[in-house]
């Protein structure tokens, strides 16, 4: 058996995973790894539930092989809150309680980071252009805009 052995650095840590180059980061992660945090949701990179950060940029990864993440830094939601930006969101979800179902939060809040990390007083505007890519199937939008605004004030 020939083995695909690959070293990634996540949440800080060179981690080595076994798997085909081009196995989506999001199989490393929950299959290889049993980091199941980071969720599959449609599998065409349109619903966000799998977004990680990929040196700190939101990135799908169900559709980011683990060839294009080598040499890369990723965070996913199990290390996100080792930042202060992250730590102030999860603390503003649990604050204004947006998890509903909560299957697609952990890239809701993967991409909120990301959004506050970039830009410390964003508008409703940025919040919605930010979020877009983001699908909650419970709809709770106004709460999570409204996390978003509290983090900000907190890290203000």
Known sequence: MVRNMTT????????????????????????????????????????????????????????TPIAAAVGQKITTIEGISNGRVGKAV????????????????????????ALLEGNKKPSDSDIDAAMAGNICRCGTYQRIRAAIHSAAKTLA
């Open 90 to 113: 999860q603390a503003a979800w649990i604050a204004h309680d947006v998890a509903q179902c909560g299957y697609c939060q952990s890239g809701q809040i993967m991409t909120a980071t």
């Open 8 to 63: 990634l650095n996540i949440n800080g840590k060179s981690v080595e995973v076994d798997a085909d180059p081009s196995t989506p980061v999001l199989w490393a992660l929950r299959d290889t790894l049993g980091m199941t945090g980071t969720k599959f949701g449609c599998g065409v990179a349109a619903c966000g539930a799998c977004t990680v950060h990929i040196n700190g940029q939101p990135t799908r990864s169900c559709v």
